[in-house]
């Protein structure tokens, strides 16, 4: 099971994961508002406004728009959409990045209605319904979105089944990660055991899923109920620490795939 691997990992990764991945990050955040409207939601702003390119400004707006950012880790991604939202609601497993997160909304002046984050997971298959997620925050989002989450969770197709089950009807499912590569230089020797004294280790430990296809992708969101108007588009190629295979440069290229839940 990933889920106690992930947990462990990324609270140790909290304090220097933004730091560490910055440029990264930043590329991301670009390339995600480069697509609003393909994620085709109806912006509480307009995204062409200039002045919102710094940041979260949540100030003229015309209409609510809740985002669930799933496996939210630091922020990234609510950053990214925070311009044209009203509210952003993370969730991630690790107490560690949630701390971050809510540490970076607070350093920004946003009010807990605007953004804020709460440990937890759910995609526990044995916990559906997990209480500590059942009132109205957590339901009836217009946009749920994983960045660069799904290829750490054991079970995608249940990942999304969870996550389409709290969009209202009509909302967006937004999953950014990884086109299929190799793995990880440290994942797994020749013989394909794993190994654990190589530094990336613990990193490639965390990994459930080697990318993902278009098709698969298409079958998660047609499976999970989100398949209206099913896209994919491609968000460019960045590096990751380490290496893989062979010791070549860690290159992935990133997809944005979008479906209305119907
Ligand atoms: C690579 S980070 C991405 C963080 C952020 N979304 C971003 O775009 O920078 C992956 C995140 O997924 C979280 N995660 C892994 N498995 C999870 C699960 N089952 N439920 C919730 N979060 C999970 C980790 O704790 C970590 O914060």
Redesign the pocket.
């Known amino acids: 099971m ?2 106690q691997l ?2 462990e990992f ?1 609270d140790k990764e909290a304090a220097t994961y933004d730091a560490k ?1 910055e440029r990264t ?1 930043e590329y ?1 955040i670009q390339k995600i508002r480069a697509q609003l409207d393909f994620i085709g939601v109806e912006w509480a702003s307009e995204a062409d406004d200039d002045s919102l390119d710094s940041g979260a400004d949540h100030g003229h707006t015309t209409r609510a728009v809740r985002l669930l ?6 922020g ?2 609510s950053r990214a959409l925070a311009p044209y939202t009203t509210q952003c609601v993370g ?4 107490e560690g ?1 949630v701390a971050a997160y809510n540490q970076r909304a607070s350093n920004q002046g946003l009010s807990q209605t605007e953004m804020f984050a709460y440990q937890g ?3 526990d298959p044995s916990d559906p319904d997990p209480p500590s997620f059942a009132g109205p925050t957590f339901h009836n989002f217009d946009v749920a979105a ?4 799904f290829h ?2 054991d079970d995608p197709e249940l ?1 999304a089944a969870r996550l389409v089950q709290r969009l209202r009807p009509g909302g967006v499912l937004v999953i ?1 990660d990884f086109t299929p590569h190799g793995p990880f230089a440290g994942a797994h020797d020749e013989d394909g055991e794993h190994k654990h004294d190589h530094p990336h280790a613990a990193a490639a430990q965390t990994v459930t899923h080697h990318g993902f296809s278009e098709e698969r992708m298409r079958e998660i969101f047609e499976k999970a109920g989100a398949g209206g108007e099913f896209g994919i588009a491609d968000l460019g190629a960045i590096s990751l620490p380490g290496k893989d295979h062979g010791g070549k440069e860690k290159r992935r290229r990133v997809f944005l795939a979008r479906g209305t839940k119907l």
């Not at 950012?69 to 630091?74: H, I, L, N, P, S």
């Open positions: 990933a889920t992930n947990k990324f991945h990050l991301l950012d799933y496996a939210c880790g630091t990234n991604v969730i991630d497993l690790s990045m997971n759910l995609c994983v960045g660069l989450g750490h969770f990942a950014i």
